[in-house]
C-alpha cells in the first residue's frame, strides 16, 4: 500500500484513568504505520478532562479546543474519575468532551456493535444470538437533553430544590442524523430503526414525522420505529434483527452501552464522532471508545485497548479514506483474539488475560504478519 498523502493531522487527547494506558498502544499501532511507510500522521497530543483541570483548571482549554478545530482528526481516549466528581458541573472532565463534541458540532455518532467469531462465548448472551451480529447504532450528539435549556437546580420559594434538563431538538437537528443513518443503511443491508419514545414524548413524535419525510428519499431502505424500552429489551432478546439504529443523545448513550456486552465487553465498542462534509468532503471528526475512564482498573495495566485501536480503524476508514489500512487493523484485531489474546474483560475461563501491553504487542506482531 503506497502512502499517497501526508501532514494528516491528528490530536491525540489520552485523558484520565486508563485513556493515556490504552492511547499508548494505539500510538504504538500509528508508529508502526509510519515506520513501515503504510501511511505517516502529524501527531500532537493535547489535555483533556481531569488531566487539563489538574493542570489549568479547566477541563479543556481554548487552545487544545483550536488545536481540534484545525487537526483533520481528534483521537480521544477517556476522561473522568472520582477525584474530580466534586467539581461543579461546568468544570468536571466530561465538560471537556462535551465541549468537543458541541463546538465541533460532531452530531453523528456512530457506534458499531459487531461480534468477532471468537469472542462469541465471551458475550453475556448464548453464542447463537450473537454470533455474526454487525449493528450500528447511530446516536444523536450535540443535541437533546444533554445540552437543553433550562438546566440547572433551583431552590423553590418552600426551601426544595428542583432539578431540571430539557429534551429539546429542531427539525433540522433530527433531520441530519435520520440522514446519516438512512446514508449508513443504504451501505448496509438497508434497514433503518428509528428509536424514540414518541408514547409520552413529543419530540418523539417529531423525531417519526421527519424520519418519514426523510424516507421519501430513500424507497429503497426499510424504515420502522421501536420505543426505546422495547429497543433496550430486543438489543438483549435478539440483536440481529437490527442494521442500522437511530436515536437521540441519550438514548444512544445508554443502548450502545448495552450493545456492548454483546460484543463482549465494553472494552470492544469504538466509537466515531462526525459532523458535517464540507464541499470538499472533508469534515471533522473525532474517534473516542464508547467506555469511559474505568476508574476501577486504572493504573494497572489491564484494560482493553482494542476499542481504541478499533476506533484508530475508524479514523482511517472515515477521516483519510484509507478503507484497506482499516482492515488491515481490524484483521489484527481479529486474528489476535482468534489465538486467544484475551485482556481480563474478555478472558476465557482457565486461560490467562493478557496485559494491555501484551494485548498491544499481540496486534503488532499480527500486523507486521500481514503488512
Ligand atoms: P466505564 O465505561 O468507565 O466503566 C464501566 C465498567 O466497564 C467498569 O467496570 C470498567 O472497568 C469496565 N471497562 C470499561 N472500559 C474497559 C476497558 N477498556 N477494558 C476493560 N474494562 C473496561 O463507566 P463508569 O464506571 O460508569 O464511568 C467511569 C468514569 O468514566 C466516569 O467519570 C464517567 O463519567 C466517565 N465516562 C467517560 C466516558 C468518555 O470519556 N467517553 C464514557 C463513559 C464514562
Ligand atoms: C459516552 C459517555 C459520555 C456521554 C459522558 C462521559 C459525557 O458516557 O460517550 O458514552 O454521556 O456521552
Ligand atoms: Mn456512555
Known amino acids: 500500500m503506497p502512502e499517497t498523502r501526508s501532514n494528516r493531522k491528528v490530536l491525540v487527547l489520552p485523558g484520565d484513568g486508563i485513556g493515556p494506558e490504552i492511547m499508548r498502544e494505539v500510538l504504538r499501532v500509528i508508529e508502526f504505520f509510519d515506520r513501515r511507510h503504510i501511511a505517516s500522521f502529524e501527531v500532537t497530543q493535547g489535555l483533556v478532562g481531569g488531566a487539563a483541570y489538574d493542570a489549568s483548571g479547566v477541563p479543556l482549554t481554548d487552545e487544545t479546543m483550536a488545536q481540534a478545530m484545525a487537526s483533520d482528526a481528534v483521537l480521544f481516549g477517556s476522561v473522568g474519575g472520582p477525584k474530580w466528581e466534586i467539581l461543579p458541573f461546568e468544570l468536571r472532565p ?36 450473537v454470533a455474526g451480529l454487525d449493528l450500528m447504532i447511530v446516536r444523536e450528539l450535540t443535541g437533546g ?3 437543553g435549556e433550562p438546566r440547572g437546580v433551583e431552590t423553590l420559594p418552600d426551601g426544595s430544590r428542583r432539578g431540571i434538563n430539557t429534551e429539546v431538538y429542531t427539525e433540522a437537528e433530527i433531520e441530519r442524523v435520520v440522514r446519516a443513518g438512512f446514508d449508513l443503511a443504504r451501505k448496509r443491508q438497508r434497514r433503518l430503526c428509528e428509536v424514540d419514545k414518541a408514547n409520552v414524548m413529543e419530540s418523539g413524535g417529531l423525531w417519526r414525522e421527519i424520519a418519514e419525510e426523510v424516507h421519501a428519499d430513500y424507497p429503497d431502505v426499510e424504515l420502522s420505529f421501536m420505543y426505546a424500552d422495547n429497543c433496550a429489551m430486543q438489543l438483549v432478546r435478539n440483536p440481529k434483527q437490527f442494521d442500522v439504529i437511530v436515536t437521540s443523545n441519550l438514548f444512544g448513550d445508554i443502548l450502545s452501552d448495552c450493545a456492548a456486552m454483546l460484543t463482549g465487553s465494553l472494552g470492544m465498542l ?85 496485559s494491555t501491553r501484551v494485548m498491544g504487542d499481540t496486534i503488532l506482531a499480527e500486523l507486521a504478519a500481514a503488512a
Open 94 to 129: 466530561e465538560r471537556g468532551l462535551l465541549r468537543l463534541r458541541k463546538d465541533m458540532d460532531l452530531f453523528a455518532n456512530l457506534r458499531p456493535a459487531v461480534v468477532f467469531d471468537a469472542l462469541a462465548d465471551a458475550s453475556a448472551l448464548k453464542r447463537d444470538l
Open 270 to 354: 469504538p466509537s466515531a464522532s462526525l459532523g458535517a462534509a464540507d464541499s470538499s468532503g472533508r469534515r471533522k471528526a473525532l474517534y473516542e471508545p464508547v467506555h469511559g475512564s474505568a476508574p476501577d482498573i486504572a493504573g494497572k495495566g489491564v484494560a482493553n485497548p482494542l476499542a481504541s485501536i478499533l476506533s484508530f480503524a475508524m479514523m482511517l476508514r472515515y477521516s483519510f479514506d484509507m478503507a484497506a489500512e482499516a482492515d488491515l487493523v481490524e484483521d489484527a484485531v481479529r486474528r489476535a483474539l482468534a489465538a486467544g489474546a484475551r485482556t481480563a474483560d474478555i478472558r476465557q475461563q482457565g486461560a490467562a488475560p493478557v
Open 145 to 147: 437533553i444533554y445540552f
